[in-house]
């Protein structure tokens, strides 16, 4: 038995997640059944995480086991994206890994990345891939929110109501706030995210800076552990999946 790492970038706007659904087109089931028919066996893809329906991913990490070795991974990658392309996922990289690795457990940390278009118009270019907010952000406030949220908190505020993880303490190790023209980006890394945290936090992040909340309500919604009292989490369309640290 062989074991392969694939990266994978994929707009996800027309999917309905990286899972396997029993309704609709997901990620997972669109690259393993393209595989399945290159390779010519049954293959079974483990991601590292799953991506909503509707978010998208600049790197998405997953392996695979084969019964040979692939002779050729170069040509697999070109057949893979001949196919692929069209659906709007694209293959950057297969490579050899031993089979102790997994694209799951294996993972040190998880790198997510939001963008928000803050001006009157929508973009056009940019269409359903980030959240467009026509009332101008108070960027330094959000700054200021996110820095309460570093470090090993109790995140229930942020979970959603299905979300099937033992424990609701999760470490935020990192959280970058850059704004360029327009656009605003927002990164957060950590080794692991509840089901929407990302997007509930970016939620109560908008309510800081449209001021409709003040820095201690932001923090006494945070620390109430109560989903209820989170702002409107943020739409899938601005999310993606940035890396995978190993």
């Known amino acids: 038995m062989h074991r392969y790492q ?18 609709g087109n997901s990620i997972q089931k669109t690259i ?14 483990h991601g590292s995480g799953r991506t909503d329906a509707g978010v998208h991913a600049l790197e998405q990490s997953a392996h695979f086991d084969v019964k040979n070795k692939i002779s050729n991974i170069n040509k697999l990658i070109k057949s893979l994206n001949f196919f692929l392309n069209l659906k709007m996922i694209s293959i950057i990289n297969i490579k050899k890994k031993n089979l102790n690795f997994h694209a799951r457990y ?12 803050n001006r009157i118009s929508p973009s056009t270019i940019n269409k359903d891939r980030e959240w467009h907010i026509r009332k101008k952000l108070d960027l330094n406030l959000i700054k200021k929110g996110s820095k309460k949220l570093i470090g090993t908190h109790d995140f229930s505020t942020f979970r ?6 033992k424990s609701s303490i999760k470490t ?35 309510y800081l800076g449209e001021k409709k909340w003040n820095l201690k309500k932001f923090e006494n919604v945070f620390k109430s552990k109560n989903r209820k009292k989170c702002a409107p989490p943020a739409p899938a369309c601005g999310l993606y999946l940035e890396k995978i640290i190993y």
């Not at 393993?32 to 893809?45: D, F, G, P, R, Y």
């Open 6 to 23: 694939i990266l994978i970038e994929y707009v996800g706007s027309s999917f309905v997640g990286w899972q396997i659904q029993k309704r």
């Open 32 to 45: 393993q059944s393209t595989l399945s028919k290159l390779l010519k066996q049954k293959i079974t893809l």
């Open 106 to 117: 294996s993972a040190k940390e998880r790198s997510y990345l939001f963008l928000i278009q």
């Open 160 to 165: 959603a109501s299905n979300c099937n993880a």
């Open 172 to 206: 935020i190790n990192k959280i970058i706030i850059k704004k360029s023209k327009n656009q605003i980006k927002l990164k957060f890394k950590s080794k692991s995210f509840l089901k929407n945290q990302v997007r509930s936090m970016v939620g109560c992040l908008k």
